[in-house]
């Protein structure tokens, strides 16, 4: 798969399965724009990719998601592939006397902000007929943690609205489509407190394995490319059987 000349913006990108995806896109001659809030970890993956643009932004506030499509604009003229990979996990419950703050929080960044980076994207993308991979979660499909209902809501939201802009946009050629992996070695758990081994996890896979963000990376990748140039409004799971179960 070559993305020769094509100019793919991720969000998320300064760590885990941005990182790896940003350095795969790189990798096959794409134009990458890195964006993240992480200014050093951003610099880190930058220096994996062949002159990417690197935006220190946050997604989450207005006027950056305007300042993100800016830059791009400015400095590529267009966007071919978007891809929405920026994103948090927060542990809940109910019962929480802080519930509301953290369901915010989730539906803000994950979805809302997700939203809005997509809205202001899609006419660059009608333009060059491109295409959209959400980064969504089996948490949006199951409850594979109590403690994680708020994220699933926030994740079954990306779903729905990947269908539903796959049905508007597809007049335009556009493509859009999910990716929804299990259990990825990346720092969100920790991003959130949680301190749990991935090791652990590996035992209750199916396949006996926790996904690596490269694993990820390559199949959005594929959708991006033209090898899936029939395929729109699909959620693809990557989670080493355990929705089987």
Not at 80 to 88: R, S
Not at 101 to 110: M, P
Request: hydrophobic fraction near 40%; glycine fraction near 8%.
């Amino acid at each position: 798969m070559s993305f020769t000349d094509k100019v793919v913006l991720i969000t998320g990108a300064s760590s885990g399965i941005g990182a790896a995806t940003a350095i795969l896109f790189s990798q096959e001659r794409a134009n990458v724009v890195l964006v993240g809030r992480n200014e050093i970890r951003l610099a880190d993956v930058a220096k994996q990719c062949e002159d990417p643009l690197v935006i220190k932004a946050d997604i989450t506030e207005e006027e950056d998601a305007k300042r993100i499509i800016q830059e791009t604009i400015e400095h590529h003229g267009k966007i071919d592939v978007l891809v929405n990979n920026a994103g948090i996990v927060r542990y809940e419950s109910i019962l929480d006397e802080n519930v509301l703050e953290t369901f915010d929080a989730l539906i803000n960044t994950n979805l809302r902000s997700l939203f809005n980076v997509t809205r202001l994207a899609a006419p660059h993308l009608i333009e060059t007929k491109g295409n959209i991979i959400n980064i969504s979660s089996i948490a949006g499909k199951i409850i594979p943690d109590l403690r994680l209902v708020a994220y699933g809501i926030s994740k079954a939201g990306v779903d729905n609205f990947t269908k539903g802009l796959a049905l508007e946009l597809s007049k335009y050629g556009v493509r859009v489509n999910a990716v929804s992996p299990g259990p990825v070695k990346t720092e969100i758990l920790q991003n959130a407190g949680d301190e749990t081994p991935w090791e652990c996890f590996s035992p209750s896979m199916p396949l006996g394995k926790v996904c690596e963000p490269e694993d990820i990376g390559n199949l959005v990748l594929f959708l991006a490319s033209d090898k899936a140039s029939s395929i729109t409004g699909v959620d693809y799971v990557c989670d080493n059987g355990v929705m089987l179960k």
